[in-house]
């Protein structure tokens, strides 16, 4: 019989490969462990492999090294199946990351065109719009104020606004919807110091007949929603309606047909409003397209994707294109007047978009509604115009008399 060998006498010692296989060219693992003790009769060791342990012997001479290859052979079979199995797991990795790059290369794609599409669609019939002028441009007008101001009193209800104040109720904001919407109605027939007063009037009582303790933060975002989704776009009623002496000097009006109007047609109001559009949708594109190339300083933490670079860019593009259609519709006549309308535009655009962005911002929003596929809300589209209209009112009323048109 073979001697009892104990575990605690042996010592390890580096297994030898041309003793334990017979085949040289298979690698031996780097965390294998020999225990072995040496005798003149038998020789007894364990060898250690991560979680195998195979017990090797050998007799006056005799080696079992069929049952040592074997186990060799599982291991180097299941470090193949593993590796293969990770190559598996990196395949689906890629393969689902190339997915979901193709799926938002295409959602990306289908907005832009929604965009496009949604944009010209806008545009032409905003143009049609304010070449009509009268009720027509007036009722297209308040219906928009209508979508705005319920976008509005939609995000002062909001959780991000709502949790520092208590917002008005749900019948108040209703009633300031309608009100904003009348008041360039109001304003085209009876002026617009009538429609303001009638407002604050109705809103005040609107607020003192709700349940409960009426507060005040109700009544300050109550009066800015006022302000600001139905006072500021009044001017562009008096804008377009209200500057009714013609353009003599438009080459485009002498050249207008009669059954549309004729000459007499091309008013003030109509070629200022065309031009304060037009500069605005410039001020936006060269911007956007100025902040893509060039834009490095962020403009203010209000909308961080703003730059100055690119708010030189839309400066310099507003400008120009005030300039050019000065010259086209021949009015104002003065290069410094078409300069100064250039700046008006641009300044009035930026801040009513930063107005508006801090709004979403405090409640937490990327848009303020989705009634505009691929643009957003009303609020999103318009903003650059609301303070606008009242800025080029003011300077072709009051400025542009003074030093001549």
Not at 144 to 157: D, I, K, M, P
Not at 254 to 274: C, D, F, K, R
Not at 280 to 288: H, K, S, V
Request: one cysteine or more; aromatic letters at 8%.
């Amino acid at each position: 019989m073979a001697p009892l060998v104990r575990i605690e006498a042996i010592k390890p010692v580096p297994p030898s490969l041309a003793a334990l296989c017979a085949c040289p060219c298979r690698p031996f693992a780097g965390n294998a462990l020999v225990l072995a003790r040496p005798s003149s009769k038998s020789n007894l060791g364990l060898l250690l492999h991560g979680p195998r342990s195979v017990v090797r012997m050998r007799l006056r001479g005799v080696s079992c090294r069929r049952r040592f290859v074997a186990a060799m052979a599982r291991t180097e079979q299941d470090r193949v199946g593993e590796s293969d199995a990770h190559q598996e797991v990196d395949k689906g990795h890629q393969s689902s990351l190339r997915g979901e790059t193709d799926m938002e290369t295409q959602q990306n794609a289908s907005q832009l065109r929604k965009r496009i599409v949604f944009g010209l669609g806008i545009g032409i019939s905003v143009g049609g719009v304010v070449l009509a002028g009268g009720w027509v441009f007036t009722v297209a007008l308040a219906s928009a104020v209508f979508a705005g101001s319920r976008e509005y009193f939609e995000l002062v209800r909001s959780r991000g606004i709502a949790a520092g104040m208590t917002p008005p109720p749900r019948y108040v904001s209703r009633v300031c919807s309608v009100i904003c919407a009348l008041m360039p109605i109001l304003t085209l027939y009876f002026g617009l110091d009538v429609s303001v007063t009638s407002a604050a009037f109705l809103v005040a009582i609107a607020l003192l007949l709700q349940r409960g303790n009426p507060r005040f933060s109700q009544l300050s975002s109550t009066i800015f929603g006022l302000f600001y989704c139905g006072y500021l776009p009044c001017f562009w009623v008096k804008l377009r309606c209200g500057l009714a002496a013609p353009a003599l000097h438009t080459r485009i009006g002498a050249a207008w047909p009669i059954l549309l109007g004729g000459q007499a047609h091309w008013t003030v109001g109509l070629v200022a409003a065309l031009m304060s559009i037009s500069s605005i949708i410039a001020a936006d594109t060269y911007a956007f397209l100025g902040g893509k190339a060039f834009g490095r300083t962020p403009l203010t933490s209000i909308s961080p994707k703003k730059t100055w670079e690119g708010t030189v860019v839309g400066l310099g593009g507003c400008i120009a294109t005030s300039v050019i259609l000065s010259r086209i519709f021949c009015w104002p006549s003065s290069l410094l007047s078409a300069i100064a309308l250039g700046f008006l535009n641009f300044f009035g655009s930026v801040f009513g978009d930063l107005t508006e962005s801090m709004i979403k911002r405090d409640a937490g929003v990327k848009d303020s509604g989705s009634l505009i596929p691929g643009h957003g809300g009303i609020l999103d589209r318009v903003d650059s115009y609301i303070f606008t209209g009242a800025l080029m009112y003011s300077f072709v009323k009051t400025i542009l008399p003074l030093y001549g048109v």
